[in-house]
């Protein structure tokens, strides 16, 4: 993908492109619309029309053999021209991947001259395409002995448009965000045994020097000196040592101004430890350190976008096994800020890990703090697919990661975190313990043990284990790793830096 070129240009004739892919509303498809759409395929399209055989339905796609000399033609339906959003642009962009893979094509552009974007901005359309297109591109076979190949490699992608300039930087804006979600996506779907905590924390090193960012990690006796129970109980049954991850982000000329915390679940495997977990899916469970990739992730997307906010990202790093030396239920554990938890199930392990982390962010005089974990089945229950479940304690930080969901298509569900539910994870004997009541409000119970944390900074809690894993492709979707909230986070920490008015 490095070596891919993107390029903005006012008509195709200025690009080498040989395929040509357009967008049509399917209620703007006659008259002049029409004439100039069908003028791309060599006429060819307004006689489809014509005959009742195209009407540019969302994505209805139709490909075209032209005498132009853009010989490829790719059409693809927009639906209603009241219903565009970016979302759609990301969508087309997927859309334009795939046409011109199965085309063969070497030099794709996608013109937009003939739409109408409505309120989406041409910096934001061109962004969202790039997201989509990017996405869809993503592979996951470097353990299969035979690539996947067809001979011919899509190397350059132009948008022709009167704007170039907006394009141009939507282009690689949405480059760079699609690449670090890949990459979230690569080390999450890396089988477990290949991507230990050990392994992690190398990856943050290589990451954290192309982006320069600053990487600290704690190994399992600074993690134990500083007094992180929660991660050494969890890790304790691993032959795998915990790390602890730090990476900063200066994005302000003061390195010392308050900075946004981001904290993310790192189970590296969740087998559930003497809680064992059914076998059935689990293999899906190397994906438990999605919450971590999607920190480290959006520290470089941060990077790279020059964002201008101070970040700090924390990421507990262990396996979760059973063994002889296991934490046991019953154990209890005294976490960073002391409180005591009684661990009654060990395969709720990501709310122990991540107490640790979020008492310490919280010693960092932080902004706010907003972790990122695939914490609770009971969350996919509740929201499928489609969202990730949102509870904190501030409304502002609440409403704006609420508004970047809904721009990047991650989006989220707020779910309440009232007082009463503090009663749930109330222990005999320690502070708290570990699990809430049976079939009962799961996801607010993890996110109930996670407040007792971060003291009265404002907090945010993500949940993200409905959304992390496709069961199928799907646009821009990949089976497998979807390399969750890193768009989220990237989008938010915006958000978040942009000046007060
Ligand atoms: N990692 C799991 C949550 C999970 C489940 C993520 C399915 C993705 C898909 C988490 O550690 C877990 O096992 N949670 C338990 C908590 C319970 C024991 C209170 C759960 O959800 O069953
Ligand atoms: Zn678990
Ligand atoms: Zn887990």
């Not at 490095?2 to 006012?10: G, N, V």
């Not at 006689?47 to 033609?73: C, P, S, W």
């Not at 282009?171 to 290949?194: E, F, H, M, Y």
């Not at 101004?257 to 590296?268: E, N, S, T």
Request: glycine share 10%.
């Amino acid at each position: 993908m490095d070596e891919f070129e993107l390029i903005a240009k006012k008509s195709v004739e200025e690009t080498q492109c040989e395929c040509i892919a357009i967008g049509v509303f399917e209620d703007a498809l006659s008259g002049n619309a029409l004439e100039v759409a069908s003028s791309m395929t060599g006429g060819r399209l307004k006689k489809l029309v014509e005959r009742g055989e195209y009407r540019g339905k969302e994505f209805e796609t139709v490909t075209f053999y032209t005498d132009l000399k853009q010989e490829k033609a790719i059409v693809i339906g927009l639906g209603k021209e009241k219903n565009f959003s970016a979302e759609i642009a990301r969508k087309l962009g997927a859309m334009a991947w795939r046409g011109a893979k199965s085309f063969k094509a070497k030099k794709l552009a996608f013109s937009i001259l003939n739409i109408n974007l409505g309120n989406v901005p041409k910096e934001s359309f061109s962004q969202a395409f790039s997201e989509g297109f990017f996405l869809a591109a993503y592979r996951f076979d470097k353990y299969k002995t035979k690539k996947q190949e067809d001979g011919v490699e899509l190397k350059q992608l132009a948008i022709i448009s009167d704007s170039i300039e907006e394009i141009g930087k939507g282009l690689v804006r949405g480059k760079t965000i699609a690449a670090l979600q890949n990459n979230a996506r690569d080390w999450i779907n890396t089988p477990a045994s290949d991507m230990p905590p050990s392994k992690f924390a190398e990856i943050a090193k290589e990451f954290g020097k192309k982006y320069n960012l600053k990487i600290t990690v704690f190994e399992k006796e600074e993690i134990e000196r500083m007094g992180m129970g929660g991660v050494i109980a969890v890790g304790k049954g691993s032959i795998q040592p915990p790390k602890f991850i730090v990476v900063k982000y200066q994005g302000l000329k003061d390195g010392s101004a308050a900075p946004i915390v981001l904290v993310g679940k790192g189970v590296c495997f969740d087998s559930g430890g003497i809680s064992l977990k059914p076998s059935e899916a689990m293999e899906t469970m190397k994906g438990d350190m999605a919450g971590a990739c999607a920190v480290l992730a959006t520290l470089c997307a941060a990077s790279a976008l020059k964002l201008e906010i101070n970040a700090v990202g924390l990421m507990p790093m262990v396996e979760n096994m059973p063994d002889g030396n296991a934490q046991k239920p019953g154990d209890i554990v005294t976490h960073f800020n002391k409180k005591t938890s009684e661990i009654l199930n060990t395969d709720a392990e990501g709310r122990v890990i991540l107490a640790d982390a979020l008492a310490y962010g919280a010693t960092l005089n932080p902004k706010a703090i907003i972790d990122i974990a695939t914490l609770t089945g009971a969350c996919r229950i509740a929201l499928g697919n489609e969202a990730i479940a949102l509870l904190g304690t501030s409304a502002e930080l609440i409403e704006k990661i609420k508004s970047a969901g809904n721009e990047t298509f991650e989006r989220v569900w707020e779910l309440p975190l009232w007082k009463e539910y503090d009663e749930y994870i109330k222990s005999d004997v320690a502070d708290i313990k570990n699990i809430g009541r049976k079939g009962q409000a799961g996801t607010i119970t993890g996110a109930a043990y996670l407040k007792h944390f971060v003291s009265d900074i404002p907090w945010a809690h993500l949940d993200i284990a409905g959304v992390d894993w496709n069961d199928s492709d799907a646009f821009y979707k990949i089976k497998g790793a979807e390399g969750a909230g890193v768009r989220l986070l990237t989008r938010a920490l915006e958000k978040l830096a942009e000046k007060k008015k």
